[in-house]
């Protein structure tokens, strides 16, 4: 299952924060008292209903804590990721995608910013009272059109639908079809799925360059195929609730072409061998063994 979008406040000041933006206080040591406005770039605005300006750079967040709505269709969605299938009355920017979580904050991203939302239900009608939404930049521009254009949307009151795992908003001009994340992206299986390494934890080592051969796992039939990037071979395995124990590893013995292709092959066998955790999220396996580990991206067919 993959992790929910955060809820409002601390998600939006690491949004700020990890940008380069300044901190609640500004740059001139000044500090905002809770709930006020701070007349500075990088301040927290606080809002009620409606768009408000803010300082450029700036994180606005929704000014009190959430509740959990109630009621058959709201307990349906809660606790659910949903990512825009199609939209009929806006063109998205190309490679972007509407996301929204309902959790006891309705928080939602089109590309650009973080947007949180403070949500009840009225029947089958969204009301939100009030929102929080991070001011970054972004490139292309269109992004930052398409983060009001959102907003806009999602706060004047659209009809919301669900049938399975499809859900469907429906405003005065557009319509918003979503499915339910765990549909779009489900968790890959263990075995018989081929993965790439991508990145490494912790370890004394780099992760495989752009455009070069990565690192490959595959398990199958209690026995799984190893290749370091640099040797390849078998060993055999057994994975269970989360914890995997491969042993008996079996490699060639080619010498590696340079030290960073031999740096990675000791630290991923050192992470594989003997016993380690392992969880997979949509397409990525992470395996850990002590405070070191291995991520890994499934190998779709045309991959």
Do not use: K
């Not at 701070?38 to 606080?46: E, L, R, S, W």
């Amino acid at each position: 299952m993959r992790a929910l979008i955060a809820p409002a406040l601390l998600g939006l000041f690491a949004v700020a924060s990890a940008c380069g933006e300044d901190s609640p206080s500004g740059g001139n040591g000044t500090t905002a008292a809770p709930g006020t406005i701070a007349a500075v770039p990088g301040a927290i605005t606080t809002v009620s209903e409606g768009p408000s300006a803010s300082a450029p750079g700036a994180v606005t967040t929704a000014s009190v804590g959430a509740t959990a709505p109630s009621g058959e269709l709201a307990v349906a969605i809660e606790s659910r990721e949903f990512v825009s299938s199609h939209v009929e009355g806006y063109e998205l920017v190309e490679g972007s995608q509407i996301r929204l979580t309902f959790g006891d904050w309705l928080a939602a991203s089109g590309g650009c910013n973080y947007l949180d939302f403070t949500w009840s239900l009225d029947g089958d009608r969204l009301v939100i009272p009030e929102w929080g939404t991070t001011d970054m930049a972004c490139e292309p521009a269109a992004l930052m059109d398409q983060d009001d254009w959102l907003l806009s949307f999602l706060t004047t009151g659209p009809t919301v639908a669900l049938e399975g795992d499809t859900l469907t908003l429906t405003g005065d001009d557009a319509v918003i079809t979503l499915l339910d994340d765990e549909v779009v992206d489900a968790d890959r299986p263990l075995d018989g799925t081929t993965w790439a390494l991508t990145d490494l934890i912790n370890a004394p080592a780099t992760a495989p360059a752009a455009g070069t051969e990565a690192p490959m796992i595959n398990f199958a039939a209690a026995e799984v195929d190893i290749d370091t990037g640099c040797n390849t071979g078998r060993a055999t395995y057994d994975a269970d609730a989360g914890t995997l124990t491969i042993a008996s590893i079996r490699l060639t013995r080619t010498a590696c072409t340079d030290q960073d292709t031999t740096a990675r092959e000791a630290a991923v066998l050192a992470v594989l061998e003997g016993t380690s955790t392992y969880e997979i999220e949509g397409d990525e396996l992470t395996i850990t063994n002590g405070d070191t580990g291995l991520i890994y991206r499934a190998m779709d067919r045309e991959d």
